[in-house]
């Protein structure tokens, strides 16, 4: 099972952006696909993006798309999720979550789907 550790949240203004990383110990990525979902006070855990290890190809959510773009680096064990012109909305805790892909399976939007989570770090836009 892979450990993972988000950081990078804050506070930030509309408009501005935020990087958040979520780092893999006990195993690499290899094999996983891995997503990012959020969760906001009150509402359902949201898929917001994800990147299949096989492929590489990259999943967004419709509310994301076209503002956030998720990288991965395997040198460092890390994945990325690049967040420009954020929105009031967007406020929530972030999580990074991977799902083992053995046979290159692209990856899923359920979270259900995903059996490692990370702790979250939080992420507040100010209007």
């Known amino acids: 099972q892979v450990q993972l550790v988000e950081s990078g949240g804050g506070l930030v203004q509309a408009g501005g952006s935020l990087r958040l990383s979520c780092a893999a110990s006990g195993r690499t990525f290899s094999s996983y696909n891995v997503g990012w979902f959020r969760q906001a006070p009150g509402k359902e855990r949201e898929f917001v993006a994800a990147?299949?290890?096989?492929?590489?190809?990259?999943y967004y959510g419709d509310s994301v798309k076209g503002r956030f773009t998720i990288s991965i680096d395997n040198a460092k064990n890390a994945v990325y999720l690049q967040m420009n012109s954020l929105k009031p909305e967007d406020t929530a805790v972030y999580y990074c979550?991977?799902?083992?892909?053995?046979?290159?399976?692209?990856?899923?939007?359920?979270?259900?789907?995903?059996?490692?989570w990370g702790q979250g770090t939080q992420v507040t836009v100010s209007s």
């Open positions: 979550a991977a799902s083992r892909s053995l046979f290159g399976e692209s990856p899923s939007y359920a979270p259900r789907t995903y059996s490692s």
């Open positions: 990147i299949g290890w096989r492929s590489g190809g990259t």
